[in-house]
């Protein structure tokens, strides 16, 4: 086996026996990465990397594989996509006011899961499942539904004196508890959301919990950078949020999109 392209991204979706599927994205082509597990891989990257929005020729990247222009210029790379209480779209100085319209005045959900500790966030509604597995979250529920990004950014901020918005990685790749407090704390954040902010709609749906493909868990969780390192070999032992895992280290995907990456099976 050998494929190769430029990294496009991960697939992460549940089968109908609740499985999680991850596909890596290089190139066009779309492949498995479960039927990969426990398999000796290769990584090379050819050192071509290129803006996973305009294409052209980098050498290196910014926020969300982008180039420098892009990252300055388009609306998806704005500070306010980080911090969406900041959304600036009422002073007219939205970055580009079409994608604005179609991507932050739609409905939001404001959400707690479990990455390494209890995280609340935000997101476009009909992707919350696939943030969810982006983040390695072992479980996660929706609080609560606004009508914009704005909204959803107000009441992050102020969920964030109950609970984190952050994640430590390294605790991703390691065994992890449940915590007995979760179904507790979600109450009481909605009664909270339901007491402070009258735009938000509660979400009754139930707590989801996801099992990620993973053979063992890494000795060494160092992170292959393939800046670094543009060659190295390693057995993949498991999936996990935008990671894969290998017996010597970890590699965040997401880190290296738009990095031309040749992958071989032995
Ligand atoms: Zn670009």
């Not at 294409?55 to 982008?66: A, C, F, P, Q, V």
Request: proline residues 3%; contains cysteine; glycine residues 6%.
């Amino acid at each position: 086996m050998r494929q190769e392209g430029l990294i496009k991204g991960l697939q992460i979706e549940e089968d109908s026996k609740k499985n999680l599927q991850y596909h890596l994205k290089l190139g066009d082509s779309l492949f498995s990465l479960n039927e990969l597990l426990g398999q000796e891989l290769t990584f090379h990257f050819s050192g071509e990397i290129r803006c996973s929005f305009c294409e052209k020729i980098i050498k290196k990247t910014y926020g969300n594989g982008s180039c420098y222009p892009c990252f300055i210029t388009l609306p998806q790379n704005d500070l306010c996509i980080l911090k969406p209480e900041s959304c600036h779209f009422h002073k007219g100085s939205c970055r580009d006011s079409v994608w604005g319209e179609d991507n932050c005045f739609k409905a939001h959900s404001i959400y707690l899961s479990y990455t390494s500790n209890l995280k609340v966030g935000i997101t476009r509604e009909f992707r919350v499942k696939k943030r969810w597995l982006e983040q390695g979250a072992i479980q996660a529920i929706k609080l609560a539904r606004v009508q914009n990004r704005l909204q959803a950014g107000l009441v992050e901020v102020a969920l964030k004196k109950f609970v984190s918005d952050t994640t430590n990685w390294r605790q991703l790749f390691q065994e992890q508890e449940i915590p007995e407090d979760f179904e507790q704390k979600s109450v009481q954040l909605k009664e909270y959301i339901k007491d402070t902010f009258r735009f938000a709609h509660l979400e009754e749906e139930k707590t989801e919990k996801f099992n990620y493909p993973i053979l063992q868990y890494p000795k060494i969780i160092t992170p292959y950078n393939l800046e670094k390192t543009p060659r190295f070999q390693d057995k993949l032992i498991g999936l996990k949020g935008s990671y894969l895992l290998f017996e010597g280290g970890v590699f965040n995907i997401k880190k290296f999109t738009g990095f031309y990456l040749e992958m071989k099976k032995y």
